[in-house]
């Protein structure tokens, strides 16, 4: 009976860290996406409430810390179990890091919003719609423990990685034809360059739900389609 109680107390724990994070996952969706909006629809105070939330991001991460290094102490786990616990640290951490490049997104918004509208600005939309996805599905390959539900998400980082480069030469681009596009673009550059870094994180989750579930680090090399840092665009060219 003793034994079964720990058992049972044990797996409550793991649930515990488990809805914990689920909701810092939900909560890095709705920002991201309450982000993109308040830039589209240039709502500056949507952008500063992204940013204001960010705090409760944080909160999750240090409960689940908390709870963590408990369980790593009292409980003493092994295998399966401790990584389990491990996971969770690390997939915490990864969460809160999305959230806080979400909240660097609605800043800029806020920036953005008192300048004059630039053409550009609909390719984040899509961005962010695909960074998204990347996010509810490895989370959903976490909750389902799916390893090749992860790494079908790993894979298509690249994906985004295409989109990001195509916008980082157009944005280039408007910015050499006026130097007024300057202030907006290089805004834009930033908040496309957070949403890159959410995609990252992303592949970050899906390389510890692989190692949760397998036990085996994944051996691939991470597919990078960022070009940007030896992107070349020179006046005339097309972006």
């Known amino acids: 009976m003793g034994n079964e109680h720990i058992i049972k107390s044990y797996d409550e724990e793991l649930q515990r860290l488990d809805k914990t994070i689920t909701r810092m996952g939900g909560l890095a969706e709705s920002q991201l996406a309450a982000a993109i909006d308040a830039v589209m629809r240039r709502d500056s105070a ?6 204001e939330d960010d705090a409760e991001v944080d909160r999750l991460e240090r409960d689940v810390d908390g709870h963590a290094v408990r369980m790593l102490a009292l409980r003493q786990p092994m295998a399966r179990d401790l990584r389990e616990v491990l996971a969770a ?3 915490a951490a990864d969460l809160e890091r999305i959230c806080d490049y979400a909240a660097n997104v609605a800043k800029r918004a806020i920036a953005l ?6 053409k550009p600005v609909f390719a984040l939309p899509r961005m962010a719609r695909f960074a998204q996805e990347l996010i509810k599905d490895v989370l959903d390959a976490y909750v389902a423990r ?3 539900k992860a790494m079908a998400a790993w894979v298509r980082d690249e994906e985004l990685d295409e989109m990001y480069s195509g916008l980082f030469r157009e944005l280039l681009t408007y910015m050499m034809e006026d130097p007024r596009n300057i202030t907006p673009c290089t805004h834009l550059l930033f908040m496309a360059k957070n949403i890159e870094r959410i995609g990252d994180h992303a592949t970050n989750i899906a390389e510890r739900v692989w190692f949760l579930v397998h036990g085996t680090p994944l ?21």
């Open 89 to 91: 640290l690390k997939i």
């Open 113 to 118: 919003n008192v300048l004059p509208p630039v």
């Open 219 to 239: 051996e691939k090399v991470r597919p990078k389609s960022d070009v940007s840092s030896t992107a070349v665009v020179r006046p005339g060219e097309p972006a």
């Open 146 to 148: 799916d390893a090749d």
């Open 46 to 51: 949507l952008a500063a409430r992204v940013v």
